[in-house]
């Protein structure tokens, strides 16, 4: 039987949202953690860790999200750890998060002059100590402004998950598209409520380059 496309729908597409913030906060907030590891080993004097850094971010954005979806969610099994739909995309976005995070602040800490650098060096200060009370003060700064773009792609991202089970905003569209078969209704109530949660980021993201390009 054909359900009509009434309140109860458009309300069963919106009980996606909280799964897809959800989603987006915990690859943030591990991507951030994963990927301040990555940046400092992209900007550190070893070579070999940044030849393995650099590894990692070619990898994670030199191939889709989705596949990366697929390795998690299909080869933890072969590798002995069963895992539910929830954990696999968080780990595949964490994964992804980190390696673009990595690089945006990779860039930002290279982004600070290098007078900056030289003169905590000239000081005698540790590597450390130079990163931790000279460059990303100033590194922090500069990235704010990508570091936010960023979380909008990363929310629109979240749609991918749909293909491995995962039931967030797009999924929960398509469910309601097929029981009702009015699609057009179910995909554009996911669609406004995507815009509704990116265009104030996109706007801010803008707003704070803007500041940066003037304040330098």
């Given at each position: 039987m ?5 309140l109860p729908?458009?309300l069963a ?12 906060l ?7 953690v994963v990927?301040l590891?990555?940046a400092l080993?992209?900007?550190?004097e070893?070579t070999w ?8 971010i ?8 989705l ?13 002995g750890y069963?895992?539910?739909?929830w ?6 976005f964490?994964l ?9 602040w990779?860039?930002s ?6 007078g ?5 060096y000239?000081?005698?200060?540790s590597?450390?100590?130079r ?15 990508p570091t936010v773009?960023?979380m909008?792609q990363?929310i ?11 039931v ?6 398509q ?6 078969y ?5 995909y ?5 409520v995507?815009f509704v949660?990116c265009?104030p980021l996109?706007?801010l993201s ?6 940066f390009?003037?304040?330098?």
């Open positions: 054909i359900r009509q496309f009434g729908e458009a597409i919106l009980s996606g949202v909280q799964a897809t913030i959800l989603l987006s915990i690859a943030f907030v591990g991507g951030g990927g590891a990555v080993m992209r900007t550190s070893r860790l940044q030849r393995c850094a650099g590894f990692y070619d990898f994670f954005q030199g191939t889709p999200l596949m990366q979806l697929f390795l998690v969610f299909y080869g933890l099994p072969v590798l069963k895992v539910n739909p954990i696999a995309v968080a780990i595949g964490t992804h998060a980190s390696a673009f995070l990595g690089e945006i990779r860039g800490i290279q982004a600070v002059p290098r900056q650098t030289e003169a905590a000239a000081l005698g200060l590597y450390a100590s990163m931790r009370n000279v460059v990303l003060p100033q590194a922090m700064r500069i990235s704010v402004a773009g960023f909008v990363l629109k991202g979240t749609s991918l998950a749909a293909i491995i089970g995962f967030e905003l797009s999924r929960a569209a469910i309601i598209a097929s029981a009702t009015k699609p057009l209704l179910a554009g109530c996911a669609a406004i995507y949660l265009f996109s706007r803008m707003r704070l380059e803007k500041r390009a003037v304040k330098t």
